[in-house]
């Protein structure tokens, strides 16, 4: 039995992406968010969003916590989109997160709309492939999936550029 003066906190565990943003209470578990170091704002902080923005756009976010943030979108096995199923895809044999990455660097790199996604032909394209995956939405796909793909590639850079000695890097400008 819990005192009058604490409360007992029910609903999923708060994330510690949180730690670097203020919030204020919208209701029903959601917050607002405001960056703590820059002067980014949104109207309903979501933390695979906070996360992707410490990792990827903040511009003042001190290195060591962009560096932990781009490490957990790099290796994070989440699922990305609420409407797949990690359950009926494990029990099929299938791995929904490569299988994103596929698609994402497919989009990205044949310059496809990412509307496409969501279009019916495609759709049952992708099924006629794989009938157990569901492909995510857009947003998905242009927010979190290709966040995590950005991050993964930057994060290759890095290694290959760590141990470099006399590198040059420059623009060729004609």
């Known amino acids: 039995m819990s005192s009058a003066g604490s409360e007992v906190k029910r609903g999923r565990k708060e994330s510690h992406v949180w730690d670097h943003f203020v919030k204020e209470p919208l209701g029903s578990g959601h917050y607002t968010a405001k960056c703590n170091y820059c002067t980014q704002t949104w109207a309903r902080g979501r933390p695979e969003i906070l996360k992707s923005h410490l990792a990827l756009y903040c511009k003042e976010v001190p290195l060591y916590i962009k560096s932990e943030y781009m490490e957990m979108l790099a290796i994070g096995v989440k699922s990305t989109d609420r409407n797949q199923n990690s359950d009926a895809d494990s029990s099929a044999g299938i791995d929904s997160n490569k299988i994103n990455q596929t698609l994402i660097r ?36 242009s927010t979190t999936i290709l966040d995590k793909e950005t991050t993964i590639v930057l994060k290759k850079i890095q290694d290959e550029l760590k141990y470099e000695e006399n590198l040059t890097l420059g623009d060729l400008l004609f």
Not at 107 to 119: D, E, L, Y
Not at 132 to 139: I, K, T
């Open 106 to 141: 497919f989009f990205v790199c044949c310059g496809i709309p990412f509307s496409t996604i969501s279009h019916p032909y495609f759709i049952d394209f992708v099924q006629s492939l794989c009938f157990a995956y569901n492909p995510p939405n857009r947003f998905s796909l």
